[in-house]
């Protein structure tokens, strides 16, 4: 309708005022106002010399005359408010009806894909809440470019090496008395954090002895034996010892298992994995290759440089001086080998913003070293998750576990639904389900609805209500229109004709012009990285849908074209609820 309406306004000027105008400047018609598409006249004064609303009310008179969806118009001040035609609304609403997949493109299977990172989690502690946000963000956003019609690959990469890793390793040699998931009932990645603590608090006291003989904080943390044994063990890693590698590789599967519990209960997945393990040497040939270009510098001591104060940064180190990698060489030498796997568009990282330095010089080194994909290449950076009791640390034991929130969400689910007590007729099963659907949906769609950029204060109780712009509430409108739809005893699946007669009810109308927009938001989404678009238009449909349900009958109509008509509106509105909600990874229940 918007591009008929341009090309209208287009002729429509030319002939009134004899001017060419390249574009026209729409905006949602403001609520006090009728109409359903607003032209702005302000922004032609540049090239046409009058009164605004003279100008508005001639090209009003134009378009009725000359566009047959366009009905009525009025003017208020610079601005040109267009009434369209019930049946162009009608015939709409009937063309997207039989659309079984309505605003979702399918991939050209000849097009390059996106990669999608999210997760990469370290192997020496369980997820956490701050791994919640990155996995549903990752995976929401990996979903959404699916449905604006790119390939897209998931992917994670592990980080399974390093210090932090071996100092779960030698807690658990030191105090593990060979204990195992199976022996302890605990999951494996829960099982090796609690060793990572264990590690921390040994460190720490050992630290307080040091300081006890004259040592100084600083000479006690770099001299306590259990950290510099840590270090032995990690140079024997890298060495290849073989008892070292086969405790490694033991400890890392039962964090892996552990993991994948996770995953499944959260419901994200992955096309691959990357192992830090295999990548870690990856970029340092790189380097030699831009060290001989000039690209890279090497000072006296030996390390490789990078200067980017022209860019307005820093001097970044590449290789240290006794050759090994750090992480910048990984990045660099991880993104060459993800385009050589894959044949790549673009590449998503979702990563804290904590992070945001570090992607900003990747992608600068990528362009220098004369890759031309780097400038496909986007940081989705977001904030923190914090909770009312304050920040998260891992080694200190005070982080919040992924799986005991989500069973907390459950919880919190059946403590509010046993309150409400609408479950008569529900095996315990069935509610079970129900629960999690309701708890795991209400985490979810309260991370996800805010600006992936903004800090959330996350609060349970809070997102497990089931009024307001929360999950719950979205969820309970998809259940009462699948109760609507359940007591329909007639075909409301026909065909309707005779449009042009048809007058509608004002949240009709609203409602329609709600469901037209999905297309649109999924392409916005997709562009902007942020499932929070669509979130908060699944908020503004249940809310328009549940003004017309209110206001309105629908099987209750007397007259059959209108019973059909609200019967098939209904049913649409919750086929989008529930492939808007599958795009946020949150399930939707058939009865609540």
């Given at each position: 309708?918007?591009?008929?309406?341009?090309?209208?306004?287009?002729?429509?000027?030319?002939?009134?005022?004899?001017?060419?105008i390249d574009s026209v400047e729409f905006q949602a018609t403001k609520k006090d106002f009728e109409g359903d598409f607003t032209i702005v006249v302000f922004a032609f004064l540049r090239l046409i010399k009058g009164n605004p609303v003279e100008i508005g009310t001639k090209l009003g008179e134009y378009l009725v005359e000359n566009v047959t969806e366009v009905s009525s118009f009025n003017v208020v001040k610079g601005f040109l408010n267009l009434v369209i035609s019930d049946s162009y609304f009608?015939?709409?609403?009937?063309?997207?009806?039989?659309?079984?997949?309505?605003?979702?493109?399918?991939?050209?299977?000849?097009?390059?894909?996106?990669?999608?990172?999210?997760?990469?989690?370290?192997?020496?502690?369980?997820?956490?809440?701050?791994?919640?946000?990155?996995?549903?963000?990752?995976?929401?956003?990996?979903?959404?470019?699916?449905?604006?019609?790119?390939?897209?690959?998931?992917?994670?990469?592990?980080?399974?090496?390093?210090?932090?890793?071996?100092?779960s390793m030698l807690a658990w040699q030191r105090y593990g008395n060979g204990e195992t998931p199976e022996s302890t009932s605990l999951k494996g990645d829960k099982l090796v954090g609690n060793y990572y603590v264990k590690f921390d608090q040994e460190y720490k006291k050992?630290?307080?002895?040091?300081?006890?003989?004259?040592?100084?904080?600083?000479?006690?943390?770099?001299?306590?034996?259990?950290?510099?044994?840590?270090?032995?063990?990690?140079?024997?890693?890298?060495?290849?010892?073989?008892?070292?590698?086969?405790?490694?590789?033991?400890?890392?599967?039962?964090?892996?298992?552990?993991?994948?519990?996770?995953?499944?209960?959260?419901?994200?997945?992955?096309?691959?994995?990357?192992?830090?393990?295999?990548?870690?040497?990856?970029?340092?040939?790189?380097?030699?290759?831009?060290?001989?270009?000039?690209?890279?510098?090497?000072?006296?001591?030996?390390?490789?440089?990078?200067?980017?104060?022209?860019?307005?940064?820093?001097?970044?180190?590449?290789?240290?001086?006794?050759?090994?990698?750090?992480?910048?060489?990984?990045?660099?030498?991880?993104?060459?080998?993800?385009?050589?796997?894959?044949?790549?568009?673009?590449?998503?990282?979702?990563?804290?913003?904590?992070?945001?330095?570090?992607?900003?010089?990747?992608?600068?080194?990528?362009?220098?070293?004369?890759?031309?994909?780097?400038?496909?290449?986007?940081?989705?950076?977001?904030?923190?998750?914090?909770?009312?009791?304050?920040?998260?640390?891992?080694?200190?034991?005070?982080?919040?576990?992924?799986?005991?929130?989500?069973?907390?969400?459950?919880?919190?689910?059946?403590?509010?639904?046993?309150?409400?007590?609408?479950?008569?007729?529900?095996?315990?099963?069935?509610?079970?389900?129900?629960?999690?659907?309701?708890?795991?949906?209400?985490?979810?769609?309260?991370?996800?609805?805010?600006?992936?950029?903004?800090?959330?204060?996350?609060?349970?109780?809070?997102?497990?209500?089931?009024?307001?712009?929360?999950?719950?509430?979205?969820?309970?409108?998809?259940?009462?229109?699948?109760?609507?739809?359940?007591?329909?005893?007639?075909?409301?699946?026909?065909?309707?004709?005779?449009?042009?007669?048809?007058?509608?009810?004002?949240?009709?109308?609203?409602?329609?012009?709600?469901?037209?927009?999905?297309?649109?938001?999924?392409?916005?989404?997709?562009?902007?990285?942020?499932?929070?678009?669509?979130?908060?238009?699944?908020?503004?449909?249940?809310?328009?849908?549940?003004?017309?349900?209110?206001?309105?009958?629908?099987?209750?109509?007397?007259?059959?074209?209108?019973?059909?008509?609200?019967?098939?509106?209904?049913?649409?509105?919750?086929?989008?609820?529930?492939?808007?909600?599958?795009?946020?990874?949150?399930?939707?229940?058939?009865?609540?």
């Amino acid at each position: 309708m918007q591009k008929i309406l341009e090309q209208a306004v287009k002729k429509g000027l030319q002939k009134i005022c004899n001017v060419t105008i390249d574009s026209v400047e729409f905006q949602a018609t403001k609520k006090d106002f009728e109409g359903d598409f607003t032209i702005v006249v302000f922004a032609f004064l540049r090239l046409i010399k009058g009164n605004p609303v003279e100008i508005g009310t001639k090209l009003g008179e134009y378009l009725v005359e000359n566009v047959t969806e366009v009905s009525s118009f009025n003017v208020v001040k610079g601005f040109l408010n267009l009434v369209i035609s019930d049946s162009y609304f009608l015939n709409s609403f009937n063309t997207i009806y039989k659309i079984e997949n309505f605003g979702f493109v399918t991939p050209n299977p000849k097009a390059k894909a996106v990669m999608v990172e999210y997760s990469s989690p370290n192997t020496n502690k369980p997820l956490h809440l701050g791994h919640i946000r990155n996995n549903l963000l990752g995976y929401s956003v990996a979903e959404i470019i699916a449905a604006s019609g790119k390939k897209v690959y998931k992917t994670q990469i592990i980080n399974d090496r390093g210090i932090h890793i071996c100092k779960s390793m030698l807690a658990w040699q030191r105090y593990g008395n060979g204990e195992t998931p199976e022996s302890t009932s605990l999951k494996g990645d829960k099982l090796v954090g609690n060793y990572y603590v264990k590690f921390d608090q040994e460190y720490k006291k050992e630290i307080t002895k040091l300081i006890a003989k004259g040592k100084t904080e600083e000479e006690a943390k770099k001299q306590a034996p259990i950290l510099v044994e840590a270090q032995q063990m990690l140079r024997k890693w890298e060495a290849g010892d073989t008892e070292v590698v086969a405790l490694w590789k033991k400890m890392n599967q039962w964090v892996f298992d552990g993991f994948d519990i996770t995953y499944t209960a959260l419901g994200v997945n992955f096309d691959k994995n990357y192992y830090e393990s295999n990548t870690y040497l990856l970029g340092k040939d790189v380097v030699a290759e831009g060290l001989k270009k000039g690209i890279f510098f090497k000072k006296e001591d030996g390390s490789v440089w990078i200067d980017l104060t022209e860019e307005g940064l820093d001097e970044k180190i590449v290789l240290r001086a006794d050759g090994t990698a750090v992480y910048m060489t990984q990045d660099i030498g991880t993104a060459i080998e993800r385009f050589k796997d894959f044949d790549l568009e673009s590449l998503i990282y979702t990563v804290g913003n904590e992070q945001d330095y570090h992607f900003k010089v990747l992608f600068l080194i990528l362009s220098k070293l004369g890759y031309t994909w780097a400038k496909n290449c986007y940081h989705l950076s977001y904030g923190m998750v914090d909770l009312p009791s304050g920040k998260m640390k891992s080694r200190e034991g005070t982080v919040v576990d992924a799986d005991d929130l989500m069973l907390e969400m459950t919880n919190t689910a059946r403590s509010i639904s046993q309150e409400l007590g609408k479950l008569e007729g529900y095996s315990t099963e069935e509610k079970e389900v129900l629960y999690k659907t309701i708890g795991l949906g209400a985490l979810k769609y309260y991370i996800l609805k805010v600006d992936p950029k903004k800090r959330i204060l996350f609060n349970p109780e809070e997102s497990v209500d089931f009024a307001g712009n929360t999950g719950p509430f979205i969820q309970y409108t998809y259940a009462r229109i699948q109760s609507i739809l359940r007591k329909a005893n007639f075909d409301y699946q026909i065909t309707l004709s005779k449009v042009n007669e048809v007058s509608l009810h004002e949240k009709e109308r609203s409602l329609i012009k709600q469901l037209l927009l999905f297309p649109e938001i999924i392409q916005n989404a997709a562009a902007n990285h942020s499932p929070a678009l669509i979130a908060n238009y699944t908020y503004d449909l249940v809310k328009e849908y549940n003004s017309f349900y209110q206001t309105v009958p629908i099987l209750g109509c007397e007259n059959e074209q209108e019973k059909i008509r609200r019967t098939q509106l209904s049913e649409k509105v919750g086929k989008i609820i529930k492939a808007a909600f599958k795009l946020l990874g949150i399930n939707v229940p058939e009865r609540m």
